[in-house]
């Protein structure tokens, strides 16, 4: 079975930046996209960014120009690096990742657990 677990989420000041990552665990052979997606409170989750196994990267309007998102291959490993942090960003920020291949299955998409990010206004 394979997981998403995510970590560095945590309550920053507008203008501050903040580093979130996810790790797929499980014995992987390979990953498709994976991305960064956020719900805020009352709001529907949307997209913030995509990175296919090869680097290619999407972007929200919203976070574009602030965001970043990063892989690491090797390491099944998938960063959000974000500046300029401002309170529309509070969000539970949540890993995704499609097209896993392990040493037993294949999965369609994964989702994380969600970490949550709060900027006060």
């Known amino acids: 079975q394979v997981q998403l677990v995510e970590s560095g989420g945590g309550l920053v000041q507008a203008g501050d930046s903040l580093e979130v990552s996810c790790v797929a665990s499980?014995?992987?052979?390979?990953?498709?996209?994976m991305g960064w997606y956020r719900q805020a409170p009352g709001k529907q989750r949307e997209l913030v960014a995509t990175?296919?196994?090869?680097?290619?990267?999407e972007y929200a309007d919203a976070v574009k120009g602030r965001f970043t998102i990063v892989r690491e291959n090797a390491k099944n490993t998938v960063y959000l690096q974000m500046s300029n942090l401002k309170p529309e960003d509070t969000a539970v920020y949540y890993c995704?990742?499609?097209?896993?291949?392990?040493?037993?299955?294949?999965?369609?998409?994964?989702w994380g657990q969600g970490t949550l990010v709060t900027v006060p206004s």
């Open positions: 499980g014995i992987i052979f390979s990953i498709g996209v």
């Open positions: 990175i296919t196994s090869s680097g290619s990267t």
């Open positions: 995704n990742a499609d097209s896993i291949i392990t040493s037993r299955d294949r999965y369609r998409e994964v």
